[in-house]
């Protein structure tokens, strides 16, 4: 009933393409994030579907139906938006009502909803209060009240995390997702942050100038990336893409001597993927490196090494010692190895 | 701080040093005049090229002429600088202010320094009809300059158009109904393209209402300025004469007419006759596209009209040598010639039978015969109306006038009601 | 830090002298002139036959009986209850209509805006020839359709109203101004919010758009409804309150009590009354309008 599918999207302006040729299938009852970088299309795809933005080319499907053309309140979604657009001079429950009371839902099923919906997000207390009179969170709570009260089967929310500090944020992400789950919304989540798409989705499309990267669940994402733009993406830090010279004697790592060299078999100038996590650090065997600076996280440390004139990161656990220009070999199992071609694509 | 203050004592002593050196400079005898321009035309021009003139034959007096606006705006600055303390030596207003003048102590009687047989035969000089309003209590308070009275225009080719003889304009009020309908042209649909008269109802009614009352034989106003006689029989009968003109002969919109707008609906064609000051001539002249006339305004049981315009006053707080230099400037401004000058520049009456004898004005009278009508309705002309209190007593006449003009009252109860208000204004001034 | 000491003392001298000018300004031109004004109004006016006296409320009580007064303050209300709400919401109207994204916006705001920039006295002098009968724009449009014009001005039941429809027409672009600034300062996405939600334009507009531009309107209001009262320029070109004081305004007859009748204590008086009614008018609209905007 309410799985959406979005084909051969496309959104220009002026001339240029803010998303080109994008097609992707939000299954009934998911969770999907668009993910980009800012700039991406990621807004500008989800404002399509909403109905608020004319879309250029392409097709925009709710539950079958084709609503490319359609007006917004016929689309049955409710969406959240980054700044929560809420109505200043309205109580919060007048907020959260709004809709209803446009669509001329009875009196006594409101108090109803609006009773159940405020259970739901902890704004018993609230809701004879102004905006204004309410905490970040707590706005941000009312924007989702009012999406969840007009018991669309659609969500769409755009960036609604981004307005909050990093502790509440995270609250949020639990909270969001497990209401998408008990409320069984098709939701699509627009976010720049790759932690929020890695907790919360089902599904992540990756953007990149409008055209999608890769969609894949955060697993594929994170350990399949099908680009190396993908893999440096994701990860914290994001994974290592280190340019290869290959010749006769085989590959090495750009810039480095026969002490450089690795076991992959790939053409020269493609690239080599290794998560920070998958390097070992030692002092006598691997490739040959030197520590440029050393960031303490507590439980591990980020390792910022030298090799020749290109630099990776490693992360290894417990406070690593090492001084600033020390020498230092690095090495990792092929196991952990992507291979990109020239021109980033995925090849093992 | 203190070399602030040191810089800013030193920079006022300089300052008022020069103040003095100019003071010492300027040993002339220092006029200032206050004038309205109430028509259209470069009267300002004109003025300071009379004003030229004087300076160049009297280089012991400077005068300041200095542009106030219209009437009422002359009025109010002449008055604040009266109040003020650093009035002006004389000043050009209206001829009916007199009184209110009196009132506020501002202007003395010229008879106080015009005093040499010389002054009193100037004094004698001018049309009596002018004279009326500046002559209060046997004495003269205001020397006649821009006057104006009310004159007919009407359209000769009008007039062709529907058989009547257009040199002869209506010389009576039956002759002025009878012509005006048959001059009133009427549209297929009903509409009125062309009226047959229009008399101006807005800003001066009492003016014009004063013309059908003299007509009527009634004067409005006693000379002590303290009576009015608004509601006799005449008053009535006239007012009554002049709102049937709309309403029972319909040879005149109904409502008020707007005085400002009425040159250009005569010059446009939209009536075939209209009442208006004399002062309008030489635009009338210069914008109608049709042969017009100009004739006195039609008798009832007589002739008549008001004059009206500006007169010139000469201050209270003046020193002697002040009285005499504006008595110079003012006997200079109304010598025949200047008088011609001026009444040819701008349709205003000649104030002096022997202007009309100078060979400029002759000469003009020839070329444009119009320019005489004013002059020859000047034996039938009154004062312009007022009053003590004359601002009130003006205006309640004018409001009873308009309220039967457009319909709201009856002739003989508005102007009931007005006689009323204006004994209780007036008695303290018997 | 001593209060009090030699160092205190100078600094309260220099603040006080670095006021003195203002203060000066200040009593001179708003202070004093308001208090002579009220003063002026319990004597007679003083000529040079008849000096002033003291006579209590005699100017109040004349004012009552005068059936000139009640005229005037009656064309005012009516003036002010209409020119207020008439102006205001055309300039609602123009501000959302300029709003949209439309071909020529510039131009089409520049147009609404042109009245503004003319002095209300060259307004006037257009407008008399608009309404002016046998050659007035008005005329001659009715005229091609076979009708005879009223005499819009010369006519006590229409002046008023032809006084009125230049004012809104004069007051309606300038307020527009201040609505079109107050509603691009609107999120869109309110809007968008509210088009999710199936609202009508009507809807969003009587329940989202309006509210949230009420403190414009209050002061939009003030403004027009101090304007109503001492704005009356076109009355000396247009009609001079005329005829028969159907379209004279309070102030109009402050200013012919003051400069043509030469009264000014009764023009004081009348003064006196005007400033009250604005004071409560004022104070009216702060305090039971203040409680139910929502400022943001």
Request: charged content about 20%; overall charge positive; hydrophobic content about 45%.
């Given at each position: 009933?309410?799985?959406?599918?979005?084909?051969?999207?496309?959104?220009?302006?002026?001339?240029?393409?803010?998303?080109?040729?994008?097609?992707?299938?939000?299954?009934?009852?998911?969770?999907?994030?668009?993910?980009?970088?800012?700039?991406?299309?990621?807004?500008?795809?989800?404002?399509?579907?909403?109905?608020?933005?004319?879309?250029?080319?392409?097709?925009?499907?709710?539950?079958?139906?084709?609503?490319?053309?359609?007006?917004?309140?016929?689309?049955?979604?409710?969406?959240?938006?980054?700044?929560?657009?809420?109505?200043?001079?309205?109580?919060?429950?007048?907020?959260?009502?709004?809709?209803?009371?446009?669509?001329?839902?009875?009196?006594?099923?409101?108090?109803?909803?609006?009773?159940?919906?405020?259970?739901?997000?902890?704004?018993?207390?609230?809701?004879?209060?102004?905006?204004?009179?309410?905490?970040?969170?707590?706005?941000?709570?009312?924007?989702?009240?009012?999406?969840?009260?007009?018991?669309?089967?659609?969500?769409?929310?755009?960036?609604?995390?981004?307005?909050?500090?990093?502790?509440?944020?995270?609250?949020?992400?639990?909270?969001?997702?497990?209401?998408?789950?008990?409320?069984?919304?098709?939701?699509?989540?627009?976010?720049?942050?790759?932690?929020?798409?890695?907790?919360?989705?089902?599904?992540?499309?990756?953007?990149?100038?409008?055209?999608?990267?890769?969609?894949?669940?955060?697993?594929?994402?994170?350990?399949?990336?099908?680009?190396?733009?993908?893999?440096?993406?994701?990860?914290?830090?994001?994974?290592?893409?280190?340019?290869?010279?290959?010749?006769?004697?085989?590959?090495?790592?750009?810039?480095?001597?026969?002490?450089?060299?690795?076991?992959?078999?790939?053409?020269?100038?493609?690239?080599?993927?290794?998560?920070?996590?998958?390097?070992?650090?030692?002092?006598?065997?691997?490739?040959?490196?030197?520590?440029?600076?050393?960031?303490?996280?507590?439980?591990?440390?980020?390792?910022?090494?030298?090799?020749?004139?290109?630099?990776?990161?490693?992360?290894?656990?417990?406070?690593?010692?090492?001084?600033?220009?020390?020498?230092?070999?690095?090495?990792?199992?092929?196991?952990?190895?992507?291979?990109?071609?020239?021109?980033?694509?995925?090849?093992? | 701080?203190?070399?602030?203050?040191?810089?800013?004592?030193?920079?006022?002593?300089?300052?008022?040093?020069v103040l003095g050196l100019a003071a010492a400079a300027q040993a002339k005898t220092q006029l200032t005049m206050y004038y309205p321009v109430a028509v259209g035309g470069p009267l300002t021009k004109i003025v300071d090229d009379l004003i030229a003139g004087f300076e160049k034959q009297n280089p012991d007096v400077s005068v300041k002429a200095i542009y106030a606006g219209n009437y009422d705006d002359a009025r109010v600055k002449a008055l604040a600088a009266l109040n003020s303390g650093e009035p002006g030596q004389l000043a050009v207003l209206y001829a009916l202010d007199s009184y209110e003048l009196i009132e506020q102590g501002a202007i003395i009687p010229f008879d106080e320094f015009a005093t040499t047989p010389e002054d009193k035969t100037w004094l004698k000089s001018f049309y009596p009809a002018l004279m009326e309003n500046g002559t209060i209590q046997g004495k003269t308070w205001g020397i006649p300059f821009q006057r104006s009275t009310i004159v007919m225009y009407y359209n000769k080719d009008a007039f062709k158009e529907v058989g009547l003889d257009p040199e002869k304009p209506p010389q009576n009020w039956d002759e002025l109904t009878k012509m005006s309908q048959k001059l009133v042209k009427k549209e297929a649909d009903g509409t009125v393209s062309r009226w047959g008269v229009m008399v101006p109802s807005t800003?001066?009614?009492?003016?014009?209402?004063?013309?059908?009352?003299?007509?009527?034989?009634?004067?409005?106003?006693?000379?002590?300025?303290?009576?009015?006689?608004?509601?006799?029989?005449?008053?009535?009968?006239?007012?009554?004469?002049?709102?049937?003109?709309?309403?029972?002969?319909?040879?005149?919109?109904?409502?008020?007419?707007?005085?400002?707008?009425?040159?250009?609906?005569?010059?446009?064609?939209?009536?075939?006759?209209?009442?208006?000051?004399?002062?309008?001539?030489?635009?009338?002249?210069?914008?109608?596209?049709?042969?017009?006339?100009?004739?006195?305004?039609?008798?009832?049981?007589?002739?008549?009209?008001?004059?009206?315009?500006?007169?010139?006053?000469?201050?209270?707080?003046?020193?002697?040598?002040?009285?005499?230099?504006?008595?110079?400037?003012?006997?200079?401004?109304?010598?025949?010639?200047?008088?011609?000058?001026?009444?040819?520049?701008?349709?205003?009456?000649?104030?002096?039978?022997?202007?009309?004898?100078?060979?400029?004005?002759?000469?003009?009278?020839?070329?444009?015969?119009?320019?005489?009508?004013?002059?020859?309705?000047?034996?039938?002309?009154?004062?312009?109306?007022?009053?003590?209190?004359?601002?009130?007593?003006?205006?309640?006449?004018?409001?009873?006038?308009?309220?039967?003009?457009?319909?709201?009252?009856?002739?003989?109860?508005?102007?009931?009601?007005?006689?009323?208000?204006?004994?209780?204004?007036?008695?303290?001034?018997? | 830090?001593?209060?009090?000491?030699?160092?205190?003392?100078?600094?309260?001298?220099?603040?006080?002298?670095?006021?003195?000018?203002?203060?000066?300004?200040?009593?001179?031109?708003?202070?004093?002139?308001?208090?002579?004004?009220?003063?002026?109004?319990?004597?007679?006016?003083?000529?040079?036959?008849?000096?002033?006296?003291?006579?209590?409320?005699?100017?109040?009580?004349?004012?009552?009986?005068?059936?000139?007064?009640?005229?005037?303050?009656?064309?005012?209300?009516?003036?002010?209850?209409?020119?207020?709400?008439?102006?205001?919401?055309?300039?609602?109207?123009?501000?959302?209509?300029?709003?949209?994204?439309?071909?020529?916006?510039?131009?089409?705001?520049?147009?609404?805006?042109?009245?503004?920039?003319?002095?209300?006295?060259?307004?006037?002098?257009?407008?008399?020839?608009?309404?002016?009968?046998?050659?007035?724009?008005?005329?001659?449009?009715?005229?091609?359709?076979?009708?005879?014009?009223?005499?819009?001005?010369?006519?006590?039941?229409?002046?008023?109203?032809?006084?009125?429809?230049?004012?809104?027409?004069?007051?309606?672009?300038?307020?527009?101004?201040?609505?079109?600034?107050?509603?691009?300062?609107?999120?869109?996405?309110?809007?968008?919010?509210?088009?999710?939600?199936?609202?009508?334009?009507?809807?969003?507009?009587?329940?989202?758009?309006?509210?949230?531009?009420?403190?414009?309107?209050?002061?939009?209001?003030?403004?027009?409804?101090?304007?109503?009262?001492?704005?009356?320029?076109?009355?000396?070109?247009?009609?001079?309150?005329?005829?028969?004081?159907?379209?004279?305004?309070?102030?109009?007859?402050?200013?012919?009590?003051?400069?043509?009748?030469?009264?000014?204590?009764?023009?004081?008086?009348?003064?006196?009354?005007?400033?009250?009614?604005?004071?409560?008018?004022?104070?009216?609209?702060?305090?039971?309008?203040?409680?139910?905007?929502?400022?943001?």
């Open positions: 009933m309410s799985r959406i599918e979005v084909v051969s999207l496309v959104k220009e302006w002026n001339g240029t393409r803010a998303v080109d040729n994008l097609s992707f299938v939000v299954p009934e009852g998911t969770f999907t994030v668009l993910l980009g970088p800012s700039g991406c299309g990621k807004s500008t795809t989800l404002r399509m579907i909403a109905g608020l933005e004319d879309v250029t080319a392409g097709r925009v499907l709710i539950g079958g139906k084709d609503v490319t053309r359609a007006d917004p309140a016929k689309r049955q979604v409710s969406m959240v938006f980054q700044s929560y657009a809420l109505f200043p001079h309205l109580s919060v429950a007048e907020n959260i009502l709004f809709g209803l009371k446009v669509r001329k839902i009875a009196a006594a099923e409101r108090d109803k909803r609006l009773k159940r919906v405020a259970g739901v997000v902890g704004l018993e207390d609230f809701l004879d209060r102004k905006p204004a009179q309410l905490s970040g969170g707590q706005r941000q709570r009312v924007a989702l009240a009012r999406a969840i009260v007009a018991e669309y089967p659609v969500c769409l929310m755009d960036e609604p995390l981004s307005n909050l500090d990093a502790k509440l944020r995270g609250e949020m992400r639990s909270e969001i997702r497990d209401l998408q789950r008990k409320l069984g919304m098709t939701m699509v989540y627009v976010t720049h942050d790759q932690t929020e798409a890695m907790s919360m989705a089902d599904q992540v499309v990756l953007m990149k100038d409008g055209v999608c990267e890769q969609i894949g669940t955060p697993d594929d994402l994170y350990n399949r990336p099908s680009t190396a733009f993908v893999a440096r993406f994701l990860g914290m830090p994001p994974m290592n893409v280190i340019r290869l010279a290959c010749g006769a004697q085989g590959c090495r790592v750009a810039g480095l001597e026969s002490d450089g060299s690795v076991t992959v078999e790939a053409g020269d100038g493609w690239l080599l993927g290794v998560r920070p996590e998958d390097i070992a650090l030692d002092p006598s065997c691997g490739i040959p490196g030197q520590a440029i600076a050393v960031d303490y996280l507590g439980a591990d440390s980020v390792v910022r090494i030298a090799l020749g004139e290109q630099q990776i990161i490693a992360r290894v656990a417990g406070h690593c010692q090492l001084g600033s220009g020390q020498p230092i070999r690095v090495s990792w199992t092929p196991a952990v190895q992507h291979l990109f071609d020239d021109q980033g694509r995925r090849v093992a | 701080m203190r070399t602030t203050l040191k810089k800013a004592a030193i920079g006022l002593a300089a300052a008022s040093a800003g001066y009614p009492y003016w014009m209402f004063q013309a059908f009352a003299m007509q009527n034989g009634q004067l409005l106003m006693n000379n002590a300025g303290n009576e009015v006689y608004f509601d006799t029989p005449a008053s009535v009968e006239a007012l009554t004469y002049w709102r049937d003109l709309g309403t029972k002969y319909g040879v005149m919109p109904t409502g008020t007419i707007e005085w400002a707008t009425l040159r250009q609906a005569f010059t446009e064609g939209k009536t075939a006759i209209m009442w208006h000051t004399t002062g309008n001539l030489t635009a009338v002249k210069d914008t109608a596209k049709f042969n017009f006339g100009v004739a006195m305004l039609p008798a009832m049981k007589q002739r008549g009209s008001p004059t009206g315009g500006g007169n010139f006053y000469i201050f209270k707080k003046t020193s002697k040598e002040e009285q005499q230099a504006a008595l110079k400037l003012i006997k200079y401004l109304t010598q025949p010639e200047r008088t011609a000058e001026w009444s040819i520049k701008t349709g205003y009456v000649g104030t002096r039978p022997d202007a009309y004898e100078t060979p400029a004005l002759k000469k003009y009278a020839q070329e444009f015969p119009p320019a005489v009508v004013a002059r020859d309705q000047l034996k039938f002309a009154s004062a312009e109306f007022s009053t003590y209190q004359t601002g009130r007593v003006r205006k309640l006449l004018s409001d009873a006038i308009q309220a039967v003009l457009t319909g709201a009252k009856q002739p003989k109860e508005a102007m009931s009601e007005a006689q009323k208000q204006a004994d209780a204004l007036l008695r303290r001034y018997k | 830090m001593r209060i009090g000491g030699p160092v205190a003392i100078r600094n309260q001298v220099y603040g006080w002298l670095l006021l003195t000018p203002a203060a000066f300004l200040l009593v001179a031109f708003t202070h004093y002139p308001a208090v002579a004004t009220l003063a002026q109004s319990f004597f007679t006016q003083g000529t040079a036959l008849h000096p002033s006296k003291f006579i209590e409320f005699e100017n109040y009580r004349f004012m009552f009986d005068d059936p000139v007064f009640w005229k005037v303050f009656r064309n005012n209300a009516i003036y002010s209850s209409i020119t207020v709400p008439t102006s205001i919401a055309f300039a609602i109207l123009m501000a959302i209509w300029v709003n949209e994204k439309l071909p020529l916006r510039g131009l089409v705001r520049m147009a609404y805006f042109t009245p503004t920039i003319l002095p209300m006295i060259a307004v006037a002098n257009i407008w008399l020839f608009f309404y002016t009968p046998e050659i007035g724009l008005l005329d001659q449009i009715l005229g091609r359709f076979g009708f005879q014009s009223p005499n819009w001005l010369g006519n006590t039941d229409t002046v008023l109203g032809c006084v009125i429809v230049l004012a809104i027409w004069k007051d309606a672009g300038f307020f527009m101004i201040f609505y079109l600034a107050a509603l691009q300062s609107l999120p869109v996405e309110l809007e968008e919010a509210a088009r999710l939600e199936g609202a009508s334009r009507w809807y969003y507009f009587r329940r989202v758009t309006f509210p949230l531009l009420m403190p414009t309107t209050l002061f939009v209001m003030i403004n027009s409804l101090i304007n109503s009262f001492k704005l009356i320029d076109h009355l000396f070109i247009l009609t001079k309150g005329g005829p028969d004081n159907a379209s004279s305004l309070l102030l109009y007859y402050i200013y012919e009590v003051a400069f043509s009748f030469l009264d000014q204590a009764y023009a004081s008086t009348l003064t006196v009354v005007l400033l009250a009614l604005l004071a409560l008018l004022a104070v009216g609209q702060f305090t039971i309008l203040d409680k139910r905007i929502h400022y943001r």
